[in-house]
């Protein structure tokens, strides 16, 4: 079965950084969007950061652009999060989510659409 698997999460401090990795098995993110969701606790789950690889496009939240990098590896079927200047807001944990169609409109951004999804990885930021 697909199955995607995300690593990086833990701890960091307020101004630090950290690196999210996405792998996927028995799935190649080819053509659809492949992106990041993060869920705080008592709050809904949000769209952080998407990357459309047909056209190479970004699609960032305005509460990460200009801190986060969304970027590909086109050998290891992994794309990664660079989280730069991280927030304590940042804190929540961190899901990888592929294979949805994400070219137009908001679609990068809506949580109903991607078929495939990660476990998680929490990410902590303190001040």
């Known amino acids: 079965l697909p199955k995607l698997v995300e690593s990086g999460g833990g701890s960091a401090q307020a101004g630090g950084w950290k690196r999210l990795s996405c792998e996927a098995s028995?799935?190649?993110?080819?053509?659809?969007?492949v992106g990041w969701f993060r869920q705080a606790p008592g709050k809904e789950r949000e769209a952080v950061a998407a990357?459309?690889?047909?056209?190479?496009?970004?699609y960032y939240s305005d509460s990460v652009k200009g801190r986060f990098i969304i970027a590909r590896d086109n050998e290891k079927d992994a794309v990664y999060l660079h989280m730069n200047d991280l927030k304590p807001e940042d804190t929540a944990m961190y899901y990888c989510?592929?294979?949805?169609?994400?070219?137009?409109?908001?679609?990068?951004?809506?949580?109903?659409?991607?078929?495939?999804w990660g476990q998680g990885t929490q990410v902590t930021v303190s001040t």
């Open positions: 989510a592929a294979d949805w169609p994400c070219a137009h409109g908001s679609a990068w951004s809506r949580r109903d659409l991607p078929k495939l």
């Open positions: 028995s799935y190649s993110f080819s053509m659809k969007c």
């Open positions: 990357i459309y690889l047909s056209w190479a496009t970004t």
